[in-house]
């Protein structure tokens, strides 16, 4: 993209408002440098940052990071070689550090991070060492601390000791007798390093001693008395020895630091990187503005876009538009009168292109679509260069000119008023000429027009789509909202007209109007109406095709009523012949009461036929004997009596079930036979005495366990285990509740060990 581009489309704008949401002193110029990006992964790359920030912001807040120091200068200076770092930069390393700090435990704490953001945290290096060290070293108020170095410690500490005598020394001077007459004022004052007293000029007839000052007046002289010159010098070796100490423990320290310059700097990027991404997410919630999908299809589709720089001005009364452009479609066609917003449509176009393509998210709704242009160019405004002496229409073609050398193929080509500033007719070859030569090449091409001809143009090419931009007929006023399919007219002498423009100058114009522009308009107007009527009878069919689908879908809904009544008519009818037909059966009954005698007789006889004969007098059952079950044709014997005596549970070879007291009968214990019954149970053999029902519903587990007893008793198990699992208890409890009274079982119990598992002896 050339500068100019982004200057006419308000991106470079864009990127200023984008830098009042930074943080921090070091952003900014890295704002300025975001262009849009060359590859798709690029992009998404870029949108999955902005949406990681959004999703934190959303929930966390903002950043910790204002006021954070800018540390460049100071990264510099340590990569110098012996340069040694003053205490102010400590402290400002140690509040970046801080900062750092800061923003690593936010990080920590947030909920619902995205991939960047665990990205982020695994790129901060902690610090934490380092600005321990800094802080024990040097206060918040910049001085080393005493604690710095034992050296330090003890100059310091004869400093002090130094310092208190010679204070009294002096106190004892300025009170003799002798010196009073001559002390200017009773304060101990510091020249040059040395500790003095104000004394009057006539000083030295007292006592002898040093001048190091005089006050402005000359009435003061700041005098050192001999007898404290040893210990002034002492101070002086000692402060001497304070400062190299000094700067040797700030040499240290700065070689220290120099061992975490990659941390540091590491830190520099990622805090830079974060600000910038937290910026573009803060612009993005403020203007809300939505991710759009950038492909390489060719469609473009964005509802309810909205200029940033529109919103900003107009804010509440900001109409959006709907953007949109079938892949095919390689040229966009927007016309309209003046002021009508054609201008403002083409850059909202252009500046959300290059947003979407810079990885932005885009004020917008829905779920727009843009694609992924090789270039983006722009011409809008007026391009005369008087200091090249060129007309306008000179330099709109020699933009143009450069325009098409640069393009390539895949660009996205923005013109506003093509082919301007010329003869119409010329004008309109021109601007035709032009679109061709580009869309040949591969570009899709948006221009605003005033051209008739143009308008005329869109309509005939299948690439082309025409776009008006719509206005009030009555008011005379835009609407700023496009409409498609649809050319707009320039109204020019009805703009004129309705503000106020004299009556003889509109009559001029109407005359001076040419037949070919009457005709023209009267061309557009007729496709506009015709297609007004095509859009009218479609719209007719949409309704009727609605009403269709109502009508059939209240049917539908009917359908079942109406079946029901039906049913309930035929029942009706039903029960109304089944009455009659018990009425002729009545007749009937009494005309064949002897043929009914002689059929119950017969009756009687294939009943007797046919009736299992059991004994009447049954001999007492007990637990032990061997019973014939009538209804299996099977004999075993009793293993189980219940205390009604109503049934006996009876043990057939492998199979043990209960059976009713009158379909057995006693027999005596069969000589010869073997135990095992002619009824023959194949069951999948159990290898463990186990079955593990946990995560099951009640009921399903329920059937599992009765198929696994009904194993475990073919194959003669004494006793299994079921694995259930303690959870809410709900299906422990539904087990045993289930099997408490099963006659096949003798005892349920827990497991001591496990409270998840219930035992079951088996009888």
């Known amino acids: 993209m050339t500068d100019k581009t982004l200057s006419y489309l308000d991106y470079?704008?864009?990127?200023?408002?984008?830098?009042?949401?930074?943080?921090?002193?070091?952003?900014?110029?890295?704002?300025?440098?975001?262009?849009?990006?060359?590859?798709?992964?690029?992009?998404?790359?870029?949108?999955?940052?902005?949406?990681?920030?959004?999703?934190?912001?959303?929930?966390?807040?903002?950043?910790?990071?204002?006021?954070?120091?800018?540390?460049?200068?100071?990264?510099?200076?340590?990569?110098?070689?012996?340069?040694?770092?003053?205490?102010?930069?400590?402290?400002?390393?140690?509040?970046f550090m801080s900062a750092c700090d800061n923003l690593l435990d936010f990080l920590k704490n947030a909920f619902n991070k995205?991939?960047?953001?665990?990205?982020?945290?695994?790129?901060?290096?902690?610090?934490?060492?380092?600005?321990?060290?800094?802080?024990?070293?040097?206060?918040?108020?910049?001085?080393?601390?005493?604690?710095?170095?034992?050296?330090?410690?003890?100059?310091?500490?004869?400093?002090?000791?130094?310092?208190?005598?010679?204070?009294?020394?002096?106190?004892?001077?300025?009170?003799?007798?002798?010196?009073?007459?001559?002390?200017?004022?009773?304060?101990?004052?510091?020249r040059n390093g040395r500790y003095v007293i104000p004394l009057k000029?006539?000083?030295?007839?007292?006592?002898?001693?040093?001048?190091?000052?005089?006050?402005?007046?000359?009435?003061?002289?700041?005098?050192?008395?001999?007898?404290?010159?040893d210990l002034n010098n002492a101070i002086n070796i000692l402060e001497k020895d304070e400062k190299e100490e000094e700067n040797k423990i700030l040499r240290e320290l700065t070689i220290f630091l120099r061992h975490n310059t990659e941390a540091l700097e590491q830190n520099l990027d990622v805090i830079k990187e974060m600000d910038i991404y937290h910026s573009l997410a803060n612009f993005s919630i403020d203007f809300e503005c939505i991710r759009p999908v950038v492909s390489e299809n060719g469609l473009l589709e964005i509802k309810g876009a909205r200029n940033p720089f529109i919103s900003i001005s107009k804010k509440t009364d900001t109409i959006p538009i709907d953007i949109f452009?079938?892949?095919?479609?390689?040229?966009?066609?927007?016309?309209?009168?003046?002021?009508?917003?054609?201008?403002?449509?083409?850059?909202?176009?252009?500046?959300?292109?290059?947003?979407?393509?810079?990885?932005?998210?885009?004020?917008?709704?829905?779920?727009?679509?843009?694609?992924?242009?090789?270039?983006?160019?722009?011409?809008?405004?007026?391009?005369?260069?008087?200091?090249?002496?060129?007309?306008?229409?000179?330099?709109?073609?020699?933009?143009?000119?450069?325009?098409?050398?640069?393009?390539?193929?895949?660009?996205?080509?923005?013109?506003?008023?093509?082919?301007?500033?010329?003869?119409?007719?010329?004008a309109s070859?021109?601007?035709?000429?032009?679109?061709?030569?580009?869309?040949?090449?591969?570009?899709?091409?948006?221009?605003?027009?005033?051209l008739n001809m143009l308008k005329a143009y869109g309509y005939t090419k299948p690439f082309a789509i025409n776009i008006a931009t719509a206005f009030d007929p009555d008011t005379m006023r835009p609407m700023y909202k496009l409409l498609y399919g649809t050319a707009g007219y320039s109204n020019a002498i009805n703009v004129a007209k309705s503000i106020g423009v004299p009556k003889e100058i509109i009559d001029h114009s109407y005359g001076y109007l040419g037949k070919q522009e009457y005709m023209l308009?009267?061309?557009?107007?007729?496709?506009?109406?015709?297609?007004?009527?095509?859009?009218?009878?479609?719209?007719?069919?949409?309704?009727?095709?609605?009403?269709?689908?109502?009508?059939?879908?209240?049917?539908?809904?009917?359908?079942?009523?109406?079946?029901?009544?039906?049913?309930?008519?035929?029942?009706?009818?039903?029960?109304?012949?089944e009455s009659e037909l018990e009425e002729i059966r009545k007749d009937l009954a009494k005309k064949e009461r002897a043929s009914l005698s002689r059929g119950k007789e017969r009756?009687?006889?294939?009943?007797?036929?046919?009736?299992?004969?059991?004994?009447?007098?049954?001999?007492?059952?007990?637990?032990?004997?061997?019973?014939?079950?009538?209804?299996?044709?099977?004999t075993g014997h009793v293993v189980g009596v219940e205390k009604n005596g109503k049934t006996f549970e009876v043990v057939i070879g492998n199979v043990r079930t209960t059976v009713d007291s009158t379909l057995v009968a006693k027999i005596s214990k069969p000589q010869g036979v073997s135990e095992k019954s002619t009824i023959q149970i194949h069951a999948e053999?159990?290898?463990?005495?186990?079955?593990?029902?946990?995560?099951?519903?009640?009921?399903?587990?329920?059937?599992?366990?009765?198929?696994?007893?009904?194993?475990?008793?073919?194959?003669?198990?004494?006793?299994?285990?079921?694995?259930?699992?303690?959870?809410?208890?709900r299906l422990m409890n539904a087990i045993r509740e289930h099997f408490k009274d099963a006659a096949f079982i003798s005892n349920i119990g827990k497991d001591d060990t496990n409270p998840g598992i219930t035992i079951i002896e088996l009888k």
């Not at 007839?205 to 010159?229: A, C, M, N, R, W």
């Not at 201008?343 to 909202?348: Q, W």
């Open 12 to 95: 470079l704008k864009l990127l200023d408002i984008i830098k009042n949401y930074s943080l921090t002193p070091f952003v900014k110029e890295s704002i300025s440098s975001l262009r849009p990006l060359s590859s798709l992964q690029s992009i998404q790359s870029r949108q999955d940052k902005i949406d990681a920030i959004i999703e934190l912001v959303r929930w966390e807040g903002k950043l910790p990071l204002p006021d954070i120091p800018d540390i460049r200068d100071i990264m510099k200076r340590i990569s110098i070689q012996d340069a040694i770092l003053e205490e102010k930069s400590f402290l400002t390393l140690a509040g």
């Open 114 to 190: 995205k991939l960047f953001i665990d990205e982020t945290l695994q790129q901060l290096k902690p610090l934490t060492p380092v600005l321990r060290r800094i802080v024990k070293t040097i206060n918040i108020e910049g001085f080393i601390e005493d604690t710095a170095s034992y050296e330090l410690s003890k100059i310091r500490s004869d400093l002090f000791t130094f310092r208190e005598r010679i204070r009294k020394r002096l106190e004892k001077i300025m009170e003799r007798e002798g010196v009073k007459p001559i002390l200017q004022d009773a304060y101990i004052s510091l």
């Open 201 to 229: 000029p006539n000083f030295n007839e007292v006592f002898q001693g040093i001048v190091h000052d005089y006050s402005h007046s000359l009435k003061t002289s700041f005098v050192e008395p001999l007898e404290i010159v």
């Open 325 to 426: 452009m079938e892949s095919e479609q390689k040229t966009m066609i927007i016309s309209g009168p003046n002021a009508g917003g054609k201008t403002a449509a083409l850059k909202t176009i252009g500046l959300l292109s290059l947003m979407a393509q810079s990885g932005f998210f885009i004020p917008a709704s829905g779920n727009p679509v843009v694609p992924k242009f090789s270039n983006i160019f722009a011409i809008i405004g007026d391009e005369q260069d008087i200091a090249m002496e060129l007309s306008s229409f000179t330099a709109h073609m020699n933009t143009i000119k450069d325009l098409y050398t640069l393009a390539k193929g895949g660009e996205l080509i923005l013109i506003d008023e093509i082919g301007g500033n010329t003869e119409p007719q010329e």
């Open 429 to 450: 070859a021109l601007a035709m000429g032009i679109i061709d030569a580009f869309v040949e090449k591969g570009c899709k091409v948006i221009v605003t027009t005033h």
């Open 521 to 577: 308009n009267d061309l557009i107007g007729a496709l506009e109406l015709g297609k007004s009527k095509v859009e009218g009878e479609l719209e007719e069919l949409r309704r009727m095709k609605d009403n269709l689908r109502k009508r059939l879908s209240v049917v539908k809904e009917q359908r079942d009523t109406y079946l029901g009544k039906v049913e309930e008519k035929c029942q009706v009818k039903l029960n109304e012949l």
């Open 603 to 634: 009756l009687t006889r294939l009943q007797e036929k046919y009736r299992i004969n059991f004994p009447r007098n049954r001999e007492a059952i007990s637990l032990g004997d061997y019973v014939k079950i009538h209804s299996l044709g099977s």
């Open 685 to 729: 053999k159990i290898l463990t005495p186990e079955i593990r029902v946990i995560g099951m519903r009640v009921e399903e587990a329920l059937k599992e366990i009765d198929r696994f007893l009904n194993r475990a008793i073919v194959q003669e198990m004494p006793r299994v285990k079921i694995v259930h699992g303690v959870g809410t208890g």
